[in-house]
């Protein structure tokens, strides 16, 4: 396939999971991948499998996000990060922490990109939600805010991009086959004082029609598809991933 051969296109949190799965689907589509991740060696452990760009940032440090090189086609923002914890419980700079990862560094990655994009009249941002940007859940409360914003953000992006050529969706996984998943599964455990079966069995997969975790490549799979040209008429949408979660 070599649908986006010629596009360039930045993965944010590129070195596992959705991430991961993104990156290695848009290269097997023909596009060159900026592969961004703070973990170097997983970085590492990429460019050995396939041929990226790795780039190694914080993307919490929003003075290294403004330094990144964003003459881009395409942006995925990917990166993410969970903490579980009840409100009054909740530790303020966390909060903050999880909100600049996954909206400001987000907001400030598109920034600098669109003017490259609408320079060449054509551009795809596709921004990794969550069902939770949809709707919320007890105990991650600077998560849900985060996917909240950031849909509300590709949104404004799909509006004033689209006289350019310049898409913007959000696509929204369900829980997935994540080390992100796999980690907060204790966390949710010992906060709500069950098991980490029943977590897994009642909390993530309860609401869910298909009784099983999402994998990576379903959800790379419908992000290539939005970067191609077949998709220029979806923007400003939604599309869920989520095996019936959000269909109650």
């Not at 973990?39 to 993307?59: F, G, H, M, N, R």
């Not at 859940?137 to 953000?153: C, I, M, N, Q």
């Not at 309860?206 to 970067?227: F, Q, S, T």
């Amino acid at each position: 396939m070599s649908e986006l051969a010629g596009r360039r296109a930045l993965v944010t949190g590129a070195a596992g999971g959705i991430g991961r799965a993104c990156a290695i689907r848009l290269a097997a589509a023909g596009a060159t991948v900026v592969a961004a991740d703070r973990d170097a060696t997983a970085l590492k452990e990429l460019t050995s499998e396939i041929e990226v760009e790795p780039v190694v940032v914080d993307l919490a440090d929003l003075d290294a996000v403004d330094r990144l090189d964003l003459a881009v086609d395409i942006v995925v923002n990917n990166a993410g990060l969970q903490h579980v914890a009840p409100i009054e419980d909740f530790p303020p700079e966390r909060f903050s922490y999880l909100l600049r990862v996954m909206l400001e560094a987000p907001f400030r990655i598109v920034r600098k990109a669109l003017p490259h994009m609408y320079a060449q009249g054509w551009g795809r941002i596709v921004n990794i939600s969550s069902v939770h940007g949809l709707v919320a859940s007890p105990y991650k409360s600077a998560y849900t805010s985060a996917k909240h914003g950031l849909e509300g953000l590709s949104k404004v992006i799909a509006l004033e991009g689209a006289e350019h050529g310049v898409t913007s969706n959000c696509v929204n996984p369900a829980y997935a086959n994540t080390p992100l998943v796999a980690n907060q599964v204790d966390a949710q455990a010992k906060t709500l004082g069950i098991t980490a079966d029943k977590v897994v069995d009642e909390v993530m997969l309860g609401p869910a029609a298909v009784k099983r975790l999402i994998e990576p490549d379903e959800i790379a799979e419908l992000v290539a598809y939005l970067c191609g040209d077949a998709a220029s008429a979806i923007t400003g949408s939604s599309l869920k991933i989520d095996g019936g979660w959000t269909a109650r």
